[in-house]
């Protein structure tokens, strides 16, 4: 016997195996989620090195799922890219960020920006551009406080496409970070046509540095090129107060990590406001 589901996919079907019945048991209530609004961002504080101020926030998505909990992007994200789900998706997070944001303009901390991921088929869409004008505007934000982070490899699948997606979108004041940065295969030449603000250097570099060794010299390059390309650097991932002592020492301008702050909710971030605001306050 097999069910077709509301969105006309095949369920529950016995001979399947149960990795497979797993993966459309979870595109079904991806689906179902999006409808029922069961996604949340969280929101991690970017400090200015080496411990603040907090210059912005980044968003990462989460889902309260009905019956497994709050999951993580990465059990759900894989799928959502593969079946498209992701557009939708994408564009409510860009939505849900911005007007965050302008309640967090509202409330004084107009200095604040924030940071949204995209995906490679996200990214890809035509009506990205248009997509992202009319949140800002239907939010009232200004268009230099919004980062959207797309990562190196999907900026360089396609570098001419990019370079003219990111050129447009500059245009209009938004700003550019390339994510993951160091994972990926960069062509030097599409770098410099890139009109980022930022580069994110991949939380591996940064997992595994000490004071010698090979992940020093890899942070050091990231940090050389940057300031060649009049990029800034954020540093990923920053665990220790030696990771953060030496990442400031080579030059990172950005530090994000759970030393400083975990991604938190919305209105945790709220309560804690004006203790965000003050450059001598972090722990
Ligand atoms: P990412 O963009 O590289 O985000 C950083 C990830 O590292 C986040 O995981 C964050 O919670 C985690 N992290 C931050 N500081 C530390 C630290 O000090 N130590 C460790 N171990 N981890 C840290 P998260 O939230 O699970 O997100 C995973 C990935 O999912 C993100 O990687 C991003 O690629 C993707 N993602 C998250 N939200 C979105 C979204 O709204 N849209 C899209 N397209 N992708 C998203
Ligand atoms: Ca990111
Ligand atoms: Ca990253
Ligand atoms: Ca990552």
Request: charge should be negative.
């Amino acid at each position: 016997t097999k069910h077709v589901g509301r969105n006309g996919y095949h369920f529950f079907q016995p001979s399947m195996n149960t990795l497979a019945q797993t993966q459309l048991q979870l595109l079904n209530d991806l689906w179902m989620a999006l409808e029922r609004e069961e996604f949340r961002l969280v929101y991690q504080p970017k400090f200015k090195a080496p411990s603040g101020p907090v210059i912005g926030f980044e968003a990462l998505l989460r889902w309260q799922h009905p019956y497994q909990g709050v999951l993580s992007p990465d059990v759900f994200l894989p799928l959502a890219e593969k079946t498209g789900l992701i557009v939708p998706l994408g564009n409510w997070v860009v939505d849900e960020a911005c007007r965050q944001l302008s309640e967090w303009h509202k409330q004084g901390h107009t200095e604040w920006s924030i940071a949204v991921n995209l995906s490679t088929l996200q990214f890809e869409q035509s009506a990205l551009v248009q997509t992202i004008m009319d949140t800002l505007k239907k939010h009232d934000v200004p268009p230099d406080k919004l980062i959207l982070e797309v990562t190196e490899t999907t900026a360089m699948s396609n570098p001419d496409e990019s370079v003219r997606v990111l050129t447009e979108l500059t245009a209009s004041g938004v700003k550019a970070s390339i994510d993951d940065f160091g994972t990926g295969y960069s062509s030097l030449l599409y770098l410099k046509r890139l009109p980022a603000c930022e580069l994110k250097i991949d939380r591996a570099f940064v997992r595994e540095l000490s004071n010698e060794g090979d992940d020093a010299t890899i942070v050091s390059a990231i940090v050389a090129l940057a300031k060649t390309l009049n990029l800034k650097v954020v540093a990923e991932g920053v665990e220790t107060e030696a990771q953060q002592a030496f990442l400031t020492e080579l030059g990172c301008n950005t530090l994000q990590g759970y030393l400083l702050g975990k991604p938190v909710s919305a209105e945790s971030i709220t309560a804690q406001g004006n203790k965000f605001s003050l450059s001598d306050s972090v722990i």
